[in-house]
């Protein structure tokens, strides 16, 4: 069965950039009669903001989405991360580093696709004792390829892209990387549609898959919604929460801006018909240059 997920982090309210990620995962998943599950990526408490998760629920119900099986939340997975953290560490694929972010920027002459390259310290020597130690996993020589669904092929050197990355923090938060590849495994996603800022992720989180013995889902990234300065719509950019009224045509905003081909008298469908038509007609968008979004409302 073709299972597909859409996984927030509660930071804040969702906005139309989450819009268009969550319309085209579901639409996706549903079109193939799968599942669409539900995640709430909070593996980082402390940016976790105190009632967002109850915010984008009710969010999402209001503009029609129906999940299926109970929402799960990474901030109570933490178990199942250390037991693949344990089972790396037993195959010596990961090693302790107590490097502080100031010793690795003054260490590091090699910039990668994020930024300064871990020059492996930790890995060459014993880390320091009585320390906070953080988690890498040594990528060495790994070479990761595979076919976006809408960006197309893409490879990785990941020594030279990313170098050893962190798979849990020196005050004991997970990854990202890490949560992200454990769930959609015991989840069983076979079809991951996401923004497209997570694309250069990819190949780190295929890399554990191959390590870990896990199936590796079809990817595809949309291509961003940007806001009129050229900036990716987030929560750091200031993006307006979606509204709670005037949902339809917020929603056929979203579609729109995904290149779906949309009847002219959309406005007059009931908010199911929308998403029947939706789901029926449903294609995946071309890797075009992203439009603006501006209050939910399109522009060029």
């Not at 979203?254 to 779906?260: E, I």
């Amino acid at each position: 069965m073709s299972i597909g997920r859409f996984a927030p982090s509660p930071t804040g309210p969702l906005h139309f950039g989450s819009l268009v990620a969550a319309v085209a995962s579901y639409c996706d998943a549903r079109q193939r009669g799968g599942q669409w599950l539900l995640r709430m990526e909070d593996v980082d408490t402390t940016r976790s903001i105190k009632g967002a998760s109850d915010d984008i629920l009710r969010t999402l119900t209001r503009y029609g989405f129906v999940w299926d099986g109970e929402v799960v939340y990474q901030s109570q997975r933490s178990v199942l991360y250390q037991q693949v953290l344990d089972q790396l560490r037993d195959k010596q694929m990961v090693y302790a580093c107590t490097c502080s972010r100031k010793e690795i920027a003054d260490s590091s002459i090699l910039q990668g696709i994020e930024g300064a390259i871990y020059p492996g310290t930790c890995r060459a020597q014993a880390a320091q004792v009585n320390t906070p130690a953080a988690w890498r996993l040594k990528t060495r020589d790994a070479e990761i390829r595979f076919d976006d669904v809408i960006q197309g092929h893409q490879q990785h050197h990941l020594s030279t892209a990313v170098g050893d990355f962190v798979l849990k923090r020196a005050d004991g938060v997970f990854s990202y990387q890490l949560a992200v590849v454990v769930d959609d495994a015991l989840q069983g996603v076979t079809h991951v549609l996401r923004g497209a800022d997570l694309l250069n992720s990819t190949t780190r989180q295929i890399h554990l898959q191959q390590l870990l013995g896990y199936a590796t889902p079809v990817y595809a990234h949309i291509p961003l919604v940007i806001n009129s300065d050229g900036q990716k719509l987030s929560k750091q950019t200031l993006a307006q929460a979606l509204p709670a009224d005037n949902i339809k045509a917020t929603l056929i905003a979203a579609l729109a801006f995904l290149q779906q081909p949309l009847p002219e008298n959309m406005h007059l469908f009931s908010l199911n018909d929308i998403w029947q038509w939706a789901i029926s007609h449903w294609q995946l968008p071309l890797n075009t240059q992203a439009k603006c979004a501006i209050n939910g409302k399109m522009a060029t």
